[in-house]
């Protein structure tokens, strides 16, 4: 087994692989398992690592009632999956909860650290983070941290890493705004440090826990990591309930981990990941070890300490996460690319690329020599970084399959428009988008338009996201646009 993109894995049983392949390698075999791990994949194709996931029972969001629907991509999830029938690639949960690492209102942004502070705790964006915005039609739309503003309230899938902070896997903006009904309401899963059983308060991060008042379950010490409800009101938490978590992982069990690597250190051949410490002593290593590289590690949870994976493999997927910087993003088909210059062109955009830029397919490393002309991409840039007449490209993101194929998005400026009735288009990034008959349309602060009022205001100039059908390379249907600026 070698499912990618997992934060613990958990197995009830060995797991048996067919031909030596990964779990999404034709001939794979997964045996059942408790999985807690990152999805990947689309809204519409979950994935955890390169298994196609799919959800069959019951779902909640921090152990309370949830739907399938909050399943996306980048959330952090515990599943109790189905054994499989023999020969099967894919992974069938039985029952998932959504792991939210905080909820709450956005208290400060650091653009240059790539961070944000949600509920005192210190999160920090990197290339790899997805970061999105709920609409009113329960659909997302796709962001940058230049678009977050102090006072959004978000929920944060993520890790805990070894000073504390966290490692954000998705920020997703919820559409509570500040003045209504829940938008005072926190929660945070931590450590508790500074515990004061007199005064029944703790601290999480730079936050001041207040339990005098709740429901606890278990017993509250310096180091135990907990789940707290409450209502925050500037840097206090007053709890309405505290409940203590042990360690995913069951002493002896078969575990695999990925994440950051943390706390490296040769001599003793450990590191941490997810605050597991990992000794790789007698593990085959795959790729170059480094401090805040992805590794994926398959082990033994140590038979004495559920915190210690002894390793048996290793291997480095992203050996850095990137910056956080973008603010801007386009997605299209590339119209030009040199593996040599390091540039690249979707439409009239141009970039270009250095050592720190992330390139992925399938959440795996590639090189810009494997993105060819007509690949569809996503591209996140830093606009305030130019080379010529070149934005930076924090990452690029290919897609699988071709514009044409199944759904299609397309973001980037509007350089052609025409409003009137009947022969109504626009382009963007070189692809001509004709609207479907019952297409949506939403202004930049998610307020519906009708199709007249869309169409009967110039578009040209401004950012738009448009979700649809592609019919060709530079045509496609549209079924939802929303204006992004």
Known sequence: MNIRKLLVVSLSSAVVACGGGGAGSPGASLSAASVTGVVGGTPSALTVGNAPLSITGAVTVNGKSGAVADVQPGSVIVASTAAPSPGATAIRATS??????????????????????????????????????????????????????????????????????????????????????????????????????TARTFTIGTLTVNYSGA??????????????????????????????????????????????????????????????????????????????????????????????????EVEVGHRRGGDGHANREVKGAVTAVDANLLTLDVG????????????????????????????????????????????????????????????????????????????RSLTINGVTITPAANATYYGDNDNALTADQFWGTSRLNLVLEVKGTATSATAATGQRFEIED
């Open 96 to 197: 998932t909860d959504v792991r939210i690492e905080v909820e709450s209102s956005i208290g400060a942004i650091d653009l240059t650290a790539s961070t944000i502070t949600v509920a005192g705790q210190t999160v920090t964006i990197d290339a790899l983070t997805r970061l999105y915005a709920e609409n009113a039609d329960r659909s997302y739309t796709t962001l940058t941290l230049s678009d977050f503003a102090v006072g959004d309230y978000v929920e944060v899938s993520g890790s805990r890493q070894a000073n504390g902070s966290i490692l954000a896997t998705r920020v997703e903006r919820q559409r509570v705004r500040a003045g209504q009904p829940g938008y005072s309401n926190a929660e945070l899963y931590g450590a508790i440090a500074g515990l004061d059983t």
């Open 215 to 312: 429901t606890v379950q278990g017993t509250l010490a310096n180091g135990t990591r907990v789940e707290v409800q409450g209502t925050l009101a500037g840097n206090v938490l007053t709890a309405t309930s505290v409940e203590t978590k042990r360690n995913e992982g069951n002493r002896g069990a078969e575990i695999e981990l990925e994440g950051a690597m943390t706390n490296f250190d040769a001599t003793t051949t450990t590191f941490t990941v997810l605050n597991t410490r990992v000794n790789y002593a007698n593990a085959r290593v795959r790729g170059t070890l480094a401090e805040g590289a992805r590794v994926n590690v398959e082990g033994r949870v140590d038979a004495t300490d559920a915190t210690l994976v002894i390793a048996r």
């Open 348 to 423: 009239g955009n141009g970039f270009f690329l250095d050592a720190n830029t992330i390139l992925e397919r399938n959440e795996r490393p590639i090189t810009l020599a494997d993105v060819t002309v007509g690949a569809y991409v996503e591209v996140k840039a830093d606009s305030t970084r130019i080379q010529g007449s070149r934005t930076y490209a924090t990452k690029i993101e290919v897609k699988n399959g071709t514009p044409a194929a199944g759904e299609y998005e397309v973001k980037g400026t509007v350089t052609a428009f025409t409003g009137t009735a009947g022969s």
